[in-house]
């Protein structure tokens, strides 16, 4: 397959709502209130009204709004429209029959505090998702409370926190190192410190993987709570020490937590809970294919052992011959991370995916994303630094490093694949490797693509060294070019004013 | 890489310029150039003590942040407010018009402890 | 699997070509006696159509969901004009991530930017972010950035607010030192009792107030700034029906600091309680301390105008364990359809919906309270919730209610307040009928 670079189309021109709103317009009609009023200043006397008539609010018509949003959804890139190999997200395919059965009303017009008889359908799809899940990371206790997957992470530690406190009673209080690797997320060390927890940084081996003898340094100093890892790691590389790894840690007094992060190259092949890790969470908007929506809502169920399952947040649900309820007597339980029992229409979705699948289906997304990671680690190896040797799993990492003796650096890669017609990888990130560009294909991408994306590197690469400038300045078909983000920082402007500049600045 | 001979310098790449017991201290032209355009200073309160090598405020890039550690013991008697609307000034003159903070210096001895242009210089060289 | 582009046959070349001889071999690297080596005990692949019935047949179990309802405490039925699903469902909008790349992401980057501007307009307030998970985490992370500000840990707030966000704000805050003293209400009118306000003192981080409040009276915020501000205390007000802000006096006009709501009532469905959307909004001057994202106007060397992500400093991919917060994501997608409904809505119609809201409300109110043995027993004003007294036990009118005239007639006060054994909550709507509300009265006044 020849290289294609996109061309451009046209798209429209939009301004923000605020500057299309013309006084007078309407994009609505409710039916005529029924009941005899009440004189409103009885209801709600005028000190507590506001008396600003919404000033500044839109007045749109109905068409206004639909051409508005339409046309700004053409200056996205998203995944039915191409690959989008952002590493660390599993960016997959997100299938139109979850969105279908997540609407049905018997769902979407359910109120949480709805009667417990009234709702046995809802709390049955949560029970058997707990189920499969449970099955899916061999670790029996889950909660599906956690909105996302920093609150599960959250969620996670504060389990620990709990257990630890309970087991040790007073002395818990010299127990208080959360170990985190050098590699991970920065949610970890943000989740921890909500813990009450203090980080202690483990280093990672030349291989990329977690130094275990730095790990028993560090577990020797004492106090260690846990250790917080990402397995496959953020360099897309297992954690093949991971049975040793966890028990050092649990020798050490503490609890290992997994980050599910990456969960999209393990299920169906191997289980954190048969590799000695006490308590996971999952992204159902990364390995269970619920729509990422241009940054949320995510889903971040925690699934624990047995051990910790007591302190799982409350409301649990539990199954009583045919019918299903809420538990909310748990003593020991962490209490509520969130209001209500989490996001319901996420999980509505991850059960579809999960049925859709099979445990056939699942085993086989799991071995199409890894070997369409390694594909591209074949096919790249020896145009990109590839920082190390050993094999990925279902993403893998390059470097700038031959391309920056040009001038050329990873952002300016990303920027360039844009005009290839691909999203570009994650950049920079994890931040162990300088320069870092974390590929993730998933398995919702076929061959031809592959290969696309592969030529569109090499072709990178090469005008890397012949034309460095034009990678420098790229995107080149994009409708605007790359922003002043110096700018945007040093004097922030987050909201429209009346008095706003308009789309083009004077200059 | 601009490198002043009349000043000290810190291992965290601050700089300092003593004139009596008052300690004039910023960051160095080679962090400037590590974080790239400067967007934000968070400076220390007026009044505020700390010890040598400790972090009393942070600059900020579009996407990375760095703590800046006073190279020395004092107490801060004047805060470089110009910062606040033109943190830019860190990158264009970082020796000049971007200077941070003002102490009171405790024991104005200790800034022999601090590295020469010099020493800063061949720290610089044997750490990049 | 269908949603897998490569065939068998393609995968086995791609196999060869990397120089494998089966997929077993991808896995090389995970030790032998860690790899699971049966098949999940998960069902067989279903088709289409069976997936469509299974999930059919579990929402009609889902009786609630058929139900006239009077149901409010935090999740509201609202009308939600058909182009808000319509557009959320564009590919583009719903299957893009997080605007990391704005060349690429315009789109999603200028509706958060219009978000932001309206959540300020609603609140009255200066900034606001991106969004949060949902009301109650969102109280919780205003409730951390205020003892942040403030370097307290000293927390006072109003026992009247939704129970559940003070269940999340204990687990949030259990490990930080935080001690939790409460505002009672008046039983008289059921909003916040003045001489509570002295519990304010100089280790008060902040003074936390909802309203309409959970009873669904309306607080009178004036000089509850002041107060707070007087001990070196922020204020911050939590809203968890939103339409109400077409209505109320934004609490940005008290001199709120923090303004948080829930924003589910924009055009969101319940769906069992999520995912919804978090509003939270703030002073320019607190921005640097705030959670979440923010998007920015920014130009290109040609002078176009843009938007990116900004201020990324605050954020845990930079900040790490110094973050403002762990979060992450925003709810991209709900904060998408909240815009879409403000914006269809526009001015008049959201400030027709609350009040057609306050307005039924108010005659459902009268009605009941014109019914023997049933009183209203907090005097205070309402938007479109309040409470009733009932002359037996809620629990079991409610009951008889459902069982036998087919309504749910509200939330027993008894699940969050023990004591309350005969008061329940009653939620009126612009989808609530005139007919459903007498019906209501009527049936009321059969079983008491």
């Not at chain 1, 093949?240 to 092949?269: F, P, Q, S, W």
């Not at chain 1, 630094?385 to 490093?401: G, L, W």
């Not at chain 3, 409460?182 to 100089?202: H, R, V, W």
């Not at chain 3, 409904?341 to 400030?351: H, N, S, V």
Request: charged share 25%; net charge negative.
């Amino acid at each position: 397959m020849s290289i294609k670079k996109v061309r451009q189309h046209p798209t429209q021109n939009e301004p923000l709502i605020f500057e299309r709103s013309q006084k007078g317009r309407i994009g609505y009609r409710l039916p005529k209130l029924d009941v005899e009023e009440t004189n409103l200043d009885e209801v709600i006397p005028e000190h507590l009204r506001r008396n600003d008539d919404l000033d500044g609010f839109p007045e749109v018509s109905e068409v206004d709004v639909v051409r508005h949003f339409t046309r700004m959804s053409t200056w996205n890139y998203s995944i039915d429209l191409g690959m989008y190999p952002l590493g660390s997200c599993t960016m997959k395919y997100n299938s139109r029959l979850n969105e279908k059965v997540a609407r049905i009303p018997g769902f979407t017009n359910l109120h949480p505090l709805a009667p417990e008889e009234e709702a046995q359908g809802a709390l049955e799809l949560m029970y058997r998702l707990q189920e499969d899940l449970a099955e899916i990371t061999g670790l029996p206790g889950v909660s599906l409370q956690p909105a996302a997957g920093a609150q599960g992470e959250m969620t996670g530690i504060l389990l620990i926190r709990a257990f630890l406190d309970k087991r040790d009673g007073e002395a818990s209080k010299d127990r208080r190192v959360m170990l985190v690797p050098d590699s991970a997320h920065g949610t970890n060390p943000a989740s921890a410190q909500m813990a009450g927890f203090t980080v202690k940084t483990v280093k990672s081996t030349s291989e990329g993987l977690t130094d275990i003898q730095h790990l028993k340094q560090l577990c020797s100093e004492g106090g260690i709570a846990g250790l917080m890892l990402t397995n496959p790691n953020t360099v897309g590389i297992f954690e093949k020490n991971i049975r040793e790894i966890c028990e050092i840690i649990h020798e050490a007094g503490g609890l290992v937590y997994m980050d599910g992060a990456n969960m999209n190259a393990l299920v169906g092949v191997a289980r954190p809970g048969d590799m000695g890790v006490d308590v996971i969470h999952l992204n159902l908007h990364k390995t269970f294919s619920t729509p990422h929506g241009g940054g949320g809502p995510g889903s971040g169920p925690c699934c624990c052992s047995a051990e910790l399952e007591p302190f799982l947040p409350v409301p649990r649900i539990v199954k009583e011959g045919n019918r299903f309820r809420l538990d909310f007597n748990r003593p020991n339980s962490i209490g509520r991370v969130k209001a209500f029992y989490g996001n319901f229409g996420m999980m509505i979705r991850a059960l579809s995916y999960i049925y859709t699948h099979g445990a056939e289906g699942l085993k086989e997304a799991t071995e199409t994303a890894v070997l369409n990671a390694r594909y591209i680690a074949h096919h790249l190896a020896d145009t990109f630094e590839k920082p190390f040797d050993s094999d990925c799993m279902h993403e893998v990492v390059f470097s700038h490093k031959k391309q920056a003796r040009k001038g050329v650096h990873t952002i300016d890669i990303a920027k360039r694949l844009i005009d290839y017609g691909f999203h570009p990888m994650t950049i920079y990130f994890p931040l162990i490797v300088d320069g870092a560009m974390l590929i993730e294909p998933t398995e919702s991408v076929g061959r031809q693509d592959l290969d696309a994306f592969i030529d569109a590197m090499k072709s990178i690469a090469k005008e890397a060294e012949e034309n460095p400038q034009i990678v420098i300045d790229a995107p080149h078909t994009t409708r605007i070019g790359r922003l002043d983000e110096a700018t945007a920082a040093r004097k922030p402007i987050l909201r429209w004013k009346p008095d706003m500049e308009s789309m083009t600045k004077t200059a | 890489m601009n490198i002043p001979e009349n000043l000290r310098y810190s291992r965290d790449h601050e700089w300092l310029l003593l004139d009596g017991d008052i300690a004039t201290v910023g960051i160095t032209d080679y962090a400037q150039k590590s974080l790239g355009d400067i967007v934000y200073v968070e400076l220390p309160k007026i009044g505020e003590k700390f010890n040598a090598h400790e972090p009393c405020g942070s600059v900020e890039s579009v996407k990375a942040i760095s703590e800046i550690f006073t190279p020395i013991t004092g107490e801060v008697i004047e805060i470089n407010e110009t910062l606040n609307d033109s943190p830019e000034l860190v990158n264009t003159d970082p020796y000049g018009k971007a200077w941070m903070v003002k102490l009171k210096v405790q024991n104005p001895d200790e800034v022999n402890s601090l590295l020469t242009a010099a020493e800063y210089k061949e720290y610089l060289e044997s750490t990049t | 699997m269908r949603y897998i582009p490569n065939s068998p046959e393609e995968r086995a070349e791609m196999l060869k070509v990397i120089g494998l001889s089966s997929a077993e071999e991808l896995f090389r690297s995970i030790p032998e006696d860690i790899r699971l080596k049966r098949p999940l005990k998960i069902t067989e692949p279903l088709s289409e159509p069976e997936v469509i019935a299974l999930m059919e047949n579990l929402a009609s179990k889902n009786t609630a969901s058929q139900k006239t309802s009077f149901l409010g405490a935090g999740v509201y039925s609202h009308y939600s004009p058909t182009i808000v699903d319509y557009l959320i469902q564009r590919s583009e909008f719903f299957t893009s991530y997080t605007p990391y790349q704005p060349e690429v992401s315009q789109g999603t980057l200028q509706y958060i930017f219009e978000f932001q501007t309206l959540v300020c307009q609603l609140t009255g307030m200066e900034v606001a972010n991106a969004s949060m998970y949902d009301g109650s985490t969102a109280m919780a992370e205003a409730v951390l950035m205020a003892q942040r500000i403030t370097r307290r840990q000293k927390v006072l707030i109003a026992r009247t607010i939704h129970p559940e966000y003070i269940e999340v704000l204990r687990t949030y805050t259990k490990y930080n030192e935080t001690e939790i003293d409460f505002a009672d209400f008046d039983e008289e009118t059921g909003s916040i009792k003045q001489e509570e306000l002295q519990k304010l003192s100089d280790q008060t981080a902040c003074l936390v107030v909802q309203s309409p409040n959970f009873f669904g009276v309306i607080e009178n915020l004036e000089g509850l700034a002041e107060k707070a501000h007087s001990v070196g205390a922020l204020f911050i007000v939590v809203v968890t029906e939103a339409i109400s802000f077409g209505l109320l006096k934004p609490p940005g006009e008290f001199g709120a600091d923090i303004v948080v709501a829930e924003g589910q009532s924009f055009g969101i469905p319940m769906s069992f309680g999520g995912p919804h959307v978090g509003l939270f909004a703030t002073r320019e001057k607190f921005v640097r301390q705030m959670p979440g994202r923010l998007a920015g106007i920014a130009y290109d060397k040609h002078g176009n105008r843009g938007f990116v992500l900004t201020l990324a400093t605050r954020e845990q991919h930079i900040r790490r364990e110094k973050a403002t917060s762990n979060i992450c994501t925003n709810q991209g997608l709900m904060a998408l359809a909240a815009t879409i409904y403000l914006e269809t809505l526009g001015k008049r119609g959201l400030q027709e919906v609350a009040l057609q809201n306050a307005q039924k409300a108010a005659y459902a109110k009268r009605k009941i309270a014109e019914l023997e043995g049933y009183s209203i027993p907090f005097s205070g004003h309402t938007f479109n919730e309040f409470v009733v007294r009932s002359p037996k036990n809620a629990e079991d009118i409610l009951e008889k209610l459902l069982k036998e005239k087919s309504i749910i007639g509200g939330l027993a006060l008894s699940r969050y307040f023990p004591e309350r054994k005969n008061d329940f909550l009653v939620c009126v709507t612009e989808t609530n009928t005139k007919n459903q509300i007498d019906n209501l009265v009527d049936c009321l006044k059969e079983l008491r």
